[in-house]
């Protein structure tokens, strides 16, 4: 049995993107599975509620966080194998999300790329479906393991059993009885997780940014790791960095409404961007819906919306979670009467 270091009162600060002040009650820092079970097999911290802290790129703390923080900082990168079909590479849950994505496009292993400078860690990834630029993890995702975080047992989820969703899965969803436990919110720690990257590489355009890039580069096929450099372009024009302005990235999902109500809204405001999806739905730009109703730049108290791009909320400088939801309920409303559209947050609040 590994002895258990619990640190207590420990600032979060520097542990969530926010950059919200805040601590934790009691904190662990999870290197191994084994750490984990530790925790589970102790007579006081087993029984006691827990909180699984990844990169802190997806949640707003409103206060102290009371149950036991299991910090996750499981790290390694590897080829597990490869096929006549695919690049299959594992990454422990701790590693940084950006930093995996980079490490696969260096060793030779393209299909990450569009998914390049998205915050975070590893393990979250599958938590949130994550996605951008036409690509999303259940498009790339092989397989995970995880714990149970009631009985230390070790479990392996394929894509099927994640219950992937937009911005999605089955970690976001408490269990339910009638469904005979389908949710594992609460109830697992992710320690590693893996992608199967698919040969031959086929590069995934068609976002008007990206074929802007294209036009200026006057490259017609470009390379992965060509569009690996234009995403993060793309991204660190319109988006702030988490070191330099708290933020966790697009702070609302994009909606989805049916053809009939994105008429109704085009027949009031003709230059809406919206996108058609494969299923006949029709998905609606939030950050175009928060900028017509004349929020960009606006604050509440010292939580604003980031001039560059609506979707995004940012700390400008002391900002506490309680001011970061006022401003994000406000624009909710604001949305809401406007449109008859109810955005959802994407993050976590704590």
């Known amino acids: 049995m590994t002895a258990m270091l619990v640190e207590k009162n420990v600032p979060l600060q520097s542990c969530n993107t926010f950059h919200i002040v805040a601590r934790a009650h009691s904190l662990v820092r999870v290197a191994s599975e084994a750490d ?13 509620p827990k ?25 390694g990168k590897r080829l597990v194998q490869e096929t006549a079909k695919a690049f299959v590479v594992e990454a422990g849950a701790g590693e940084d999300w950006h930093d995996f994505v980079t490490w696969t496009l260096q060793q030779g292993y393209p299909g990450l790329e569009n998914l390049a400078l998205i915050p975070g860690t590893v393990g979250a990834a599958p938590v949130q479906n994550i996605g951008a630029y036409g690509v999303e993890l259940q498009d790339r995702f092989e397989s995970l393991d995880a714990i149970d975080l009631q009985t230390g047992r070790i479990f392996t ?33 992710i320690t590693h997780v893996r992608f199967s990257l698919p040969k031959p590489w086929k590069a995934v355009l068609g976002y008007a940014d990206l074929e802007k890039k294209i036009a200026e580069a006057n490259i017609a096929q470009p390379s992965a790791l060509q569009i690996y450099q234009w995403i993060c372009d793309i991204r660190r024009a319109k988006l702030p960095d988490p070191d330099v302005i708290g933020n ?15 008429d109704d809204i085009i027949a009031r405001d003709p230059k809406i961007v919206h996108y058609h999806l494969a299923d ?12 017509a109703c004349g929020w960009k730049g606006k604050s509440v108290g010292n939580a604003g919306v980031y001039e560059k791009q609506a979707l995004v909320l940012v700390n400008r400088g002391g900002a506490t979670g309680g001011e970061v939801m006022t401003l994000a309920r406000a624009i909710q409303t604001s949305v809401y009467e406007r449109f008859g559209i109810r955005l959802e947050p994407e993050p976590t609040v704590v």
Request: charged letters at 15%; glycine letters at 14%; proline letters at 5%.
């Open 36 to 48: 984990v079970q530790t925790v589970v097999a102790s007579s006081e911290w087993g029984p006691s």
């Open 51 to 75: 909180f699984v802290l990844g990169g802190g790129s997806n949640i707003v703390l409103t206060g102290d966080v009371k149950p036991l923080v299991l910090k996750v900082e499981i790290k």
């Open 157 to 189: 989820l394929n894509a099927a059993q994640c219950g992937f969703g937009y911005r999605d899965s089955v970690f976001k969803h408490a269990p339910q009885a009638q469904t005979a436990g389908l949710g594992l919110a609460g109830r697992a720690l």
């Open 248 to 262: 966790v990235g697009s702070f609302f999902k994009n909606p989805t409404v049916t053809p009939e109500q994105r």
């Open 280 to 291: 006949g739905s029709v998905k609606l730009a939030a950050g175009w819906l928060i900028d």
